[in-house]
T-cell receptor
Framework: GAVVSQHPSWVICKSGTSVKIECRSLDFQATTMFWYRQFPKQSLMLMATSNEGSKATYEQGVEKDKFLINHASLTLSTLTVTSAHPEDSSFYIC?????????????????FGPGTRLTVL | GNSVTQMEGPVTLSEEAFLTINCTYTATGYPSLFWYVQYPGEGLQLLLKATKADDKGSNKGFEATYRKETTSFHLEKGSVQVSDSAVYFCALYTGGFKTIFGAGTRLFVKA
């Protein structure tokens, strides 16, 4: 299967600072990447969908000025949490979609990064 | 609209017990169906998938069959291990932008 990496895996920051999280598809090109947020013991909440070279599409209720997404290349997307506050503390997971890889029957499949735990003090 | 419904957890089993986690879906068109697993503190890993009716996805002893007549994709494993303790997500994709995820089912396996 395809590999998606995220960096950092965890970060602690002070309230008011900005934090950047990187998401990379390591062995495939991803035209579409997704950013999710997950609260403890809950399912994934889609925050935004980003396509390489264009503006991200944000889900309803997600502040685009607070959660800046840049999909700079076919293998890299970044999420910047600006002026972070304690309520932004969460587990952030990125995902990349690829067209079916060899041996996978040609089905578009999403692969996920390992997640980044953000704690804002 | 498209949706996925999973059985509520947590599910608690003893080691070597049989596992079933129910998943049903509502979708227009012909979705691809997926099971993802999330171990504590980690992201989601693709466990298995099926792309058309009657397909069976399988991996690591887990199986799920795409049942169009009952719009279901139940996850099964014949003999669970403690290491299978995780959260399992059923999902569907119809070719649009979004993959639709179920709420997740937490599985605890006791030694």
């Amino acid at each position: 299967g395809a590999v998606v990496s995220q960096h950092p895996s965890w970060v602690i920051c002070k309230s008011g600072t900005s934090v950047k999280i990187e998401c990379r598809s390591l062995d495939f090109q991803a035209t579409t990447m997704f950013w999710y947020r997950q609260f403890p013991k809950q399912s994934l909440m889609l925050m935004a969908t980003s396509n390489e070279g264009s503006k991200a599409t944000y889900e309803q209720g997600v502040e685009k000025d607070k959660f800046l997404i840049n999909h700079a290349s076919l293998t890299l997307s970044t999420l910047t949490v600006t002026s972070a506050h304690p309520e932004d503390s969460s587990f952030y997971i990125c995902s990349a979609r690829t067209a079916g890889l060899a041996g996978e029957g040609g089905t578009d499949t999403q692969y996920f990064g390992p997640g980044t735990r953000l704690t804002v003090l | 609209g498209n949706s996925v419904t999973q059985m509520e957890g947590p599910v608690t089993l003893s080691e070597e017990a049989f596992l079933t986690i129910n998943c049903t879906y509502t979708a227009t068109g012909y979705p691809s169906l997926f099971w993802y697993v999330q171990y504590p503190g980690e992201g989601l890993q693709l466990l298995l998938k099926a792309t058309k009716a009657d397909d069976k996805g399988s991996n690591k002893g887990f199986e799920a069959t795409y049942r169009k007549e009952t719009t279901s994709f139940h996850l099964e494993k014949g003999s669970v291990q403690v290491s299978d303790s995780a959260v399992y997500f059923c999902a569907l994709y119809t070719g649009g932008f979004k993959t639709i995820f179920g709420a997740g089912t937490r599985l605890f396996v006791k030694a």
